[in-house]
C-alpha cells in the first residue's frame, strides 16, 4: 500500500512558477514509477508526466515539454514537478500517482496508486 499526499499548489501570475511536492508513504517508493496528471474544470484528466523508478526515464506530455520537469528523491520518497512558464491553461488540480511498471506513454489506467490532488491557478 502507498499514501500520496501532494503540495505546493497555489495561486500564481502566468509566466510565473512552482514546485509541486508529492510524498509517498512506505518503504516501497523507490520500486515504483511515478506520474502527474491534472484534472482542469469540466475537462478530463490529463498527463502531464511520469519517471520511472531510478528517475533515469522521464516522458512529458507536448503541452509541458520544456517548461516542467519531473524529478524524483528516493531517499525521501518525494517526487517533484518543477513548473516554469506557467499559463492560464495550466490551470488545474495535480494529483500524482504510483505504478508498478514504467511506460513511456501518457496512460493511466495501470497506475495502482493516487493522491487527491493539488489546486494550482495561473491567473492572465
Known amino acids: 500500500q502507498v499514501q500520496l499526499v501532494e503540495s505546493g499548489g497555489g495561486l500564481v501570475q502566468a509566466g510565473g512558477s512552482l514546485r509541486l511536492s508529492c510524498a509517498a508513504s512506505g518503504r516501497t517508493f523507490r520500486q515504483y514509477a511515478m506520474g502527474w496528471f491534472r484534472q482542469a474544470p469540466g475537462k478530463e484528466r490529463e498527463f502531464v508526466a511520469t519517471i520511472s523508478q531510478s528517475g533515469s526515464g522521464t516522458y512529458y506530455a507536448d503541452s509541458v515539454k520544456g517548461r516542467f520537469t519531473i524529478s524524483r528523491d528516493n531517499a525521501k520518497n518525494t517526487m517533484f514537478l518543477q513548473m516554469n512558464s506557467l499559463k492560464p491553461e495550466d490551470t488545474a488540480v495535480y494529483s500524482c500517482?504510483?505504478?508498478?511498471?514504467?511506460?513511456?506513454?501518457?496512460?493511466?489506467?495501470?497506475?495502482?496508486?493516487w493522491g487527491q490532488g493539488t489546486r494550482v491557478t495561473v491567473s492572465s
Open positions: 500517482a504510483a505504478a508498478k511498471t514504467y511506460y513511456r506513454s501518457g496512460s493511466y489506467s495501470h497506475y495502482d496508486y
